[in-house]
């Protein structure tokens, strides 16, 4: 049985076969993995791997640190064009409609 602290799935496995044959299953703490778009699944860029406090870890705009600024953009230009009546929400992809809903009540 493995230690109550490599039961979590932070740590990954991985199988090892040693010297003298025998299989044996090592422990190694994953590494982080860089921030990404919600939309388009891009890692984001200007935010820092390993960033120190909360204002070095997302950009002070709209979605900073959530989606990239192409996807920002998209978001922003369908808020206005369904607050002018040129597109319904109906006509969105379902993964922009969360978003452009979020613009749109602000």
């Known amino acids: 049985m493995p230690?109550?602290?490599h039961r979590?799935?932070?740590f990954?496995?991985?199988d090892r076969?040693?010297?003298k044959g025998k299989h044996t299953i090592h422990y190694k703490r994953k590494s982080k993995e860089l921030p990404h778009c919600a939309?388009?699944?891009t890692e984001l860029n200007g935010i820092p791997h390993r960033a120190k406090g909360r204002s070095t870890v997302t950009n002070a705009?709209?979605?900073g640190g959530v989606l990239c600024a192409s996807c920002t953009g998209n978001v922003i230009k369908l808020a206005s064009r369904i607050e002018h009546g040129e597109m319904k929400l109906n006509d969105i992809s379902i993964v922009d409609r969360a978003f452009v809903l979020?613009?749109?009540s602000h």
């Open 102 to 104: 979020q613009m749109i």
């Open 3 to 5: 230690k109550p602290m």
């Open 17 to 19: 076969v040693t010297p």
């Open 61 to 63: 705009r709209k979605f």
């Open 12 to 14: 990954r496995r991985m």
């Open 39 to 41: 939309i388009c699944k």
């Open 8 to 10: 979590s799935r932070s």
